[in-house]
């Protein structure tokens, strides 16, 4: 099942995972990843331990590609699973094992990684790719979401569509943005419509909120307010 795009964000840092299928609640086993550490994607015949262990290895500091290998080299399923992570220094690596089922493949370049399986062909990861890195002028959530676009455009999953996901890490361990569809006609548009929503307040909350940095968070509700506005605005701009 599934096609996924990781990736980080080479101007802000952060890191994001955007994923869809013809599967149930794929944002609920396929996606991990944290602030300043790195991402991964577990997925075809999904091994959550990938998700558990390549994060803490993550948190080590060891690399995507050491990371494919010790994930795989462990695990018996490996030639029915599909992996792929970027670590906190934006390189990339992936597994695709060889009874995935076809077409099945992944693309890995510097600072993304798309990988797939089940696909109506190998174009879809191919557009996945070339209109994330196409489109470098979009805030960072929305070119996750083009690039899927970009990919179901090409077919997608060759069963159908049924789920989807985005979650994104800027500064801090909590996602500043995580959003799921588990069972929806048109996930992909489900997903940017709550995208779309979330501008309309809760961007802005999530940008209130307690860090490290500044336990208090924002608590001046007006702060709040006109940031809102500023995400409203953006988001109007984008779309004219």
């Given at each position: 099942?599934?096609?996924?795009?990781?990736?980080?964000?080479?101007?802000?840092?952060?890191?994001?995972?955007?994923?869809?299928?013809?599967?149930?609640?794929?944002?609920?086993?396929?996606?991990?990843?944290?602030?300043?550490?790195?991402?991964?994607a577990t997925q075809a015949l999904v091994n959550?331990?990938?998700?558990?262990?390549?994060?803490?290895?993550?948190?080590?500091?060891?690399?995507?590609?050491?990371?494919?290998?010790?994930?795989?080299?462990?695990?018996?399923?490996?030639?029915?699973?599909?992996?792929?992570v970027i670590d906190r220094d934006g390189r990339t690596a992936a597994h695709t094992g060889r009874e995935c089922v076809d077409w099945c493949g992944h693309l890995t370049d510097e600072n993304v990684s798309v990988a797939g399986n089940m696909l109506a062909g190998p174009t879809v990861i191919q557009a996945t790719l070339d209109?994330?890195?196409?489109?470098?002028?979009?805030?960072?959530?929305?070119?996750?979401?083009?690039?899927?676009?970009?990919?179901?455009?090409?077919?997608?999953?060759?069963?159908?569509?049924?789920?989807?996901?985005?979650k994104v890490w800027r500064d801090e361990s909590y996602p500043m943005l995580d959003l799921r569809i588990d069972d929806h006609p048109e996930p992909l548009d489900e997903l940017r419509r709550l995208y779309g929503v979330a501008h309309e307040r809760f961007l802005a909350f999530m940008d209130a909120m307690a860090t490290r940095a500044n336990p208090g968070g924002v608590t001046d509700r007006s702060w709040i307010d006109q940031r809102a506005r500023e995400y409203q605005e953006r988001l109007a701009g984008s779309a004219s």
């Open positions: 099942m599934t096609w996924s795009i990781i990736a980080k964000d080479p101007e802000t840092g952060s890191f994001g995972v955007a994923v869809t299928t013809k599967f149930f609640a794929v944002g609920a086993l396929c996606p991990h990843g944290t602030a300043k550490i790195g991402a991964l959550p331990l990938y998700g558990t262990d390549g994060m803490r290895f993550l948190a080590e500091g060891r690399s995507a590609e050491e990371i494919v290998a010790v994930l795989t080299a462990q695990d018996p399923g490996r030639e029915s699973r599909q992996l792929h209109t994330y890195k196409r489109r470098m002028d979009l805030p960072f959530a929305d070119r996750l979401l083009t690039a899927l676009d970009a990919g179901q455009a090409e077919g997608g999953d060759k069963r159908g569509k049924q789920s989807a996901a985005l």
